[in-house]
């Protein structure tokens, strides 16, 4: 059972353009959603997170979109520029020194110049 | 800080045989977990470390198994390695003082290829 599913699987956006990343989860003791970036031969370096109590928190040019209720939250990276293709992960996980992070499969984003 | 390294950073063993991966964490960090990362997946969750105690563990085999010393180093070992095996392994450490789970930093991985 994938407790977090993510979409889309690759994604091409022009330079300058807007992209935006999905995820949904199953599990509402989930306390904690952040999305890491991963570069090829690179481990996931960590982008931005947000918790269940806030519906949006933005660092720059990236924005998480959290619906509580939909059980969904989103990644926008707006003005895309080619350095922002990577692989993106969402992830969740649970409050407390137990909890582990539980990885959506992944966006592959090509930004053309 | 000097970041999370991990070693080696490629492997390649033959099926049944074993294998010992290594990671150095930043001082501090007392909690570590390992993760594998199939080709083109996200990375999975295998077993975390606080304080040198086996306190979380995700759904593989005892056939995994790891240890954390005292100087912030750990290992995650591999016996009768399958085909499957293949992947890439994070190390991920913090520091944990008994509140959030939060602000993990991740090794480059050791990318393990079982012939």
């Known amino acids: 059972q994938q407790q977090v599913k993510q979409s889309p699987q690759s994604l091409i956006v022009q330079k300058g353009g807007i992209s935006i990343i999905n995820c949904a989860y199953e599990?509402?003791?989930?306390?904690?959603f952040p999305w890491y970036q991963q570069f090829p031969g690179k481990g996931p370096a960590l982008l931005i997170a947000?918790?269940?109590?806030?519906s949006e928190k933005k660092e720059g040019r990236f924005t998480i979109s959290f619906n509580k209720s939909a059980k969904q939250f989103s990644l926008h990276i707006m003005d895309s520029q080619p350095g922002d293709s990577a692989t993106y992960f969402c992830a969740a996980t649970f409050g407390g020194s137990q909890g582990n992070l539980i990885f959506g499969k992944g966006t592959k984003l090509s930004v053309k110049p | 800080e000097t970041g999370v390294t991990q070693s080696p950073t490629h492997l390649i063993k033959t099926r049944g045989q074993q294998v010992t991966l290594r990671c150095s964490s930043q001082s501090g960090h007392n909690t570590v977990s390992w993760y594998q990362q199939a080709l083109g997946q996200g990375p999975q969750f295998i077993f975390q470390y606080y304080r040198e105690e086996e306190n979380g563990r995700g759904n593989f085999p005892p056939r995994f198994s790891g240890l954390q010393f005292p100087n912030y180093s750990s290992e995650l070992n591999v016996n009768a390695l399958e085909l499957d095996d293949s992947a890439l392994y994070l190390c991920?450490?913090?520091?944990?003082?008994?509140?959030?789970?939060?602000?993990?930093?991740f090794g480059s991985g050791t990318r393990l290829t079982v012939v």
């Open positions: 991920a450490s913090r520091r944990d003082g008994g509140g959030r789970n939060y602000g993990y930093t």
């Open positions: 947000i918790r269940p109590d806030v």
């Open positions: 599990n509402t003791a989930f306390d904690y």
